[in-house]
């Protein structure tokens, strides 16, 4: 049987658009992608990208107040918003633009409109085309999600903030995990007022408790009210912004309401279900370790997936389907160890387990300091940070290692390459200190806070 295309994907972020092109340059595939939005998908022009920006402007408020300590005569400004938001936008455009010219230099024909299958070889086009393809590649990714209850519509989502006209005097963010914190961060540096809303009993959920503990320390000091054990009821327009009713009892109106409550992949209408697609309870795709789903020619990757969604394992998912279908190179797609990070102020950097986790597994070690940093200390600012090691006892192997630190994210780069190696606690020991600096604690560490 023939067919229009060897691989047609559908969606195209940064997943997609990897594979799609590494099967159209490397395997010499006929390869065609449809988007029905934006190239660059979330992380580009919704997520990492523009956020990561955000974080870098909402940095500069406290750079005076620092400068003065140092020494340099500088006064605090205004904060720009509609300058940042052009420049932010215009960023944003020419990187769409790289991504659709490494499609074209790659030789795939792409479509701007949505694409959704019809059956294991055929997608139909919203232009009305369909097209055949011998393999089906679904990255749609996700988007965020606002739970049903009385004036929900007035909620806004991490999509909209960066389209806002004006930024609000005070904002209400409903959620504990790290897409709120970073939020909540990000908008307290620009000046806004933010009060956090979290239903469990401490923010972020699933990272280190020690390390959790210490970044909501330290938001709390930087003036973001955190009120955990706490939800939303209802909320009703206000001439002045959006009251809000909580399960605390308080009654409050913000400037603006941001739910960052949680993602569902885009599943919804792409007729999946109905050639045999499996879909699991949230919507997600269901894949084996190949990324492969039940009908053999239909393989999904990324944040559809619902797996690990970070947009470096859904270009390794990427490149994996490629090995497997393009390149006769079996690759099951490997999602351990893998170093994040959460751009709080400051930054949380973390790969392998928890201390929580690890301790219910084996007999560990805990190695872990927190102190003022020099930067920090000559300015007379209590900001702290910390460094943690967990070890196995057993065979001396770094388990986890996790910083709650300025530039967190980019230490734990080059920590994970050693945890991913195997890396054991004496390793760490033998390597020299570079000094002065925040990391050296990392390898200094000689005795063990506590075991377990």
């Not at 024909?109 to 059956?119: G, I, S």
């Not at 003036?223 to 009251?243: F, K, Q, Y």
């Not at 605390?248 to 697609?277: C, H, I, S």
């Not at 600012?381 to 996790?402: D, N, Y």
Request: net charge negative.
């Amino acid at each position: 049987m023939s067919f229009d295309y060897d691989l047609f994907v559908i969606g195209g972020g940064s997943g997609g658009v990897r594979a799609a092109r590494v099967a159209a340059s490397e395997a010499n595939a006929k390869v065609a992608l449809a988007e029905e939005d934006r190239y660059g998908g979330t992380c580009v022009i919704r997520g990492c990208v523009p956020k990561k920006l955000m974080v870098f402007a909402s940095s500069f408020r406290r750079m005076a107040e620092e400068g003065r300590a140092y020494g340099w005569d500088m006064s605090e400004g205004a904060f720009d918003w509609p300058g940042f938001r052009g420049k932010l936008h215009a960023e944003l455009d020419r990187l769409e633009g790289i991504y659709r010219k490494l499609l074209a230099n790659a030789g795939v024909e792409t479509f701007d409109a949505r694409a959704t299958v019809k059956d294991a070889h055929t997608v139909r086009l919203s232009t009305g085309e369909e097209k055949t393809a011998k393999h089906i590649l679904v990255a749609v990714g996700g988007h965020p999600v606002v739970p049903e209850f009385p004036g929900a519509e007035l909620a806004i989502t991490s999509n909209d903030l960066f389209h806002l006209d004006t930024l609000p005097k005070s904002i209400l963010i409903v959620g504990g995990g790290y897409i709120a914190c970073e939020f909540a961060c990000v908008l307290n540096g620009l000046g806004v007022e933010v009060t956090q809303y979290y239903r469990g009993e401490q923010i972020l959920r699933g990272f280190d408790g020690e390390a959790r503990g210490l970044v909501a320390t330290e938001m709390q000091q930087q003036g973001i009210e955190i009120c955990t054990g706490t939800n939303v009821l209802e909320m009703s327009r206000e001439d002045c912004g959006v009251r809000v009713k909580a399960t605390n009892g308080d009654e409050r109106v913000f400037g603006m309401v941001l739910f960052a409550t949680g993602r569902d992949p885009n599943t919804k209408g792409l007729g999946l279900e109905e050639v045999g697609v499996k879909i699991g309870r949230r919507g997600e795709v269901e894949v084996d370790e190949y990324s492969q789903t039940a009908v053999p020619s239909i393989y999904a990757i990324g944040d559809v997936t619902n797996r690990v969604n970070l947009t470096p394992v859904a270009i390794r998912e990427g490149m994996a389907f490629v090995e497997t279908v393009f390149k006769a190179n079996p690759t099951p797609v490997d999602h351990d160890l893998i170093p994040s990070a959460v751009f709080t102020q400051p930054e949380i950097g973390t790969v392998g387990m928890s201390e929580e986790a690890a301790r219910e597994s084996e007999p560990v070690e805990i190695y872990s300091t927190s102190f003022r940093p020099m930067r920090s200390s000559f300015a007379g600012s209590p900001e702290r940070v910390m460094m943690k090691l967990i070890i196995s006892q057993a065979t001396r192997k770094v388990l986890g290692c996790h910083i709650v630190a300025p530039e967190a994210g980019e230490m734990i780069q080059l920590a994970g390459i050693a945890v991913k190696m195997g890396a054991t606690k004496e390793d760490f020991d033998r390597t020299v200190a570079v000094h002065p600096t925040m990391s050296e604690e990392i390898v200094t560490m000689r005795q063990p806070a506590r075991t377990a």
